[in-house]
């Protein structure tokens, strides 16, 4: 695909998200916190280990070469409404590649229930996941580009659509370092999705067949971080859009 072509699908995308109507939600209500007390509300697929220790969520997915273990999913029991605002800290603490892999699955859904098929995705294989309902949020350091001015590698930020893993946005800035605390927050308003960190918004969407709900999953890959202050708002009812 050439860059004038490149050029042009982006052009398009901004202005989808310029022309749909902006509608506030009608209510925002706290229903979901965890502080990560223990792993009742949680469980891993993949991954060398998950555990909580000191009000932190650890997702270690880090072995020294690819192999058994080089990738997580933990998912949250707890069920995402449709139209939903997710704030949650995490920081890297390593990761052997350098890539940093901070990832959110949202609104994921199985047709018999993804606890209850849990086993078909015990090595937490990312392809298991992109022919399910759900929107993938990925934040990284990419390693492939270009450094900035100070010699730091961009961070990467890409949003996609479930099923067929479609790419709906994606940007390079700022960085993505180990021992950084970041702020994250996903939106999800109708068919508008956003996705912020340290209270700016790096990733924007318009989906014209919104998924309803469904559940959130923390995701990583060569990857040892941590996750802590869940906190989880209902929307509430979206007006119609007006003719």
Known sequence: MNARLLSAIALLAILAVAAEPKRKPTMKRLIYTSDFANMDDFWAEGG???????????????????????????????????????????????SATGVNNINFFLHYLHPKGLFETRAERADGGYKRYHGLDGYIFTFLRDTKGEPDAAGKQKARGRMRRCPGFKLIDETFQGTCEVGQVYELMIRKV?????????????????????????????????????????????LGKVPPAKD
């Open 48 to 94: 060398e280990k998950a555990w909580v220790e000191d009000g932190r969520l650890h997702q270690q997915a880090n072995p020294p070469e690819k192999g058994p273990g080089y990738v997580s999913t933990i998912w949250c029991r707890k069920p995402m409404p449709e139209n939903v605002e997710v704030h949650v800290k995490a920081c890297v603490l390593t």
């Open 190 to 234: 109708g068919g508008q999705l956003s996705y912020w960190v340290d209270g700016k918004k790096i990733l924007e969407a318009i989906d014209p067949n919104p998924l309803p709900g469904g559940l959130l999953g923390f995701r990583t890959f060569r990857t040892h971080l941590w996750w802590s202050d869940l906190r989880v708002f209902d």
